[in-house]
């Protein structure tokens, strides 16, 4: 089941924040955030593994809401190299498929402008 | 650097033709997966390897489609008798753990762009 992104666009002004969102209709174990630019590959951001678990990484963190079976990434201080198409990956390990794939939502476009 | 990598970048096939892009993952590397990325979607999982083993291939969109990673290292994506829809990024990623994307990052490559003609 593909993880539902909102918004599926947005732009900003450098200087100002954002949260991107990513729910899912069945439960959440793992929820990962990656960044694309144009033409070039997915960049990892961070991993979420517990509910209720928040990271930060620079000026970008995250947060992992087990019950709402939702995660959510946010952006503060928004710079232009914070511009592409960021998306998350849900893992669920019991799907019996002897993997650990991960189901990517649809992305959402973020536009940073001076 | 050692990163993934991929080749070719960009591949142009006539409609039938047979293709193969190869993945060359990190070293050391336990786990490989293999996307297929449509113009503005999200990468769609296509199939999984721990080490020399597939096991998963269950995103594989048709019979036509093959992979294989004989090594534990090197893999490659074959697909026969090329199809108008499977033009799209074919992207690789290597995670270090034997649990797939579920505890590590996954290191994706630059892909591969075919075009079907």
């Known amino acids: 089941q593909q993880p539902v992104q909102s918004p599926q666009a947005v732009i900003l002004r450098e200087g100002e924040d954002a949260v991107i969102n990513c729910s899912s209709s069945?439960?959440?174990?793992?929820v990962h955030w990656y960044r694309q630019k144009h033409g070039e590959a997915p960049v990892f951001l961070m991993i979420?593994?517990?509910?209720?678990e928040q990271k930060g990484h620079d000026k970008i963190s995250a947060s992992f809401n087990e019950k709402k079976q939702q995660s959510s990434l946010y952006l503060t201080a928004s710079q232009l190299s914070y511009s592409g198409t960021y998306f998350c990956g849900t893992v669920n390990p019991y799907s019996g498929a002897g993997s650990y794939q991960l189901t990517f939502g649809k992305g959402t476009k973020l536009s940073v402008i001076p | 650097g050692a990163g993934v990598s991929q080749s070719p970048r960009y591949k142009v096939a006539k409609r039938g033709q047979d293709v193969a892009l190869r993945c060359d993952p990190i070293s050391g590397h336990v786990s490989l997966f293999w996307y297929q990325q449509a113009l503005g979607q999200g990468p769609e999982f296509l199939t999984y390897f721990q080490n020399e083993a597939q096991l998963d291939k269950s995103g594989l969109p048709s019979d036509r489609f093959f992979a294989e990673r004989p090594e534990g290292s090197v893999s490659t994506l074959k697909i026969q008798r090329t199809q108008q829809e499977d033009s799209a990024v074919y992207l690789c990623a290597s995670s270090l753990g034997a649990s797939g994307g579920f505890y590590n990052e996954q290191f994706f490559g630059p892909g591969t762009r075919l075009t079907v003609l």
């Open positions: 979420l593994l517990k509910g209720g």
């Open positions: 069945k439960a959440l174990y793992s």
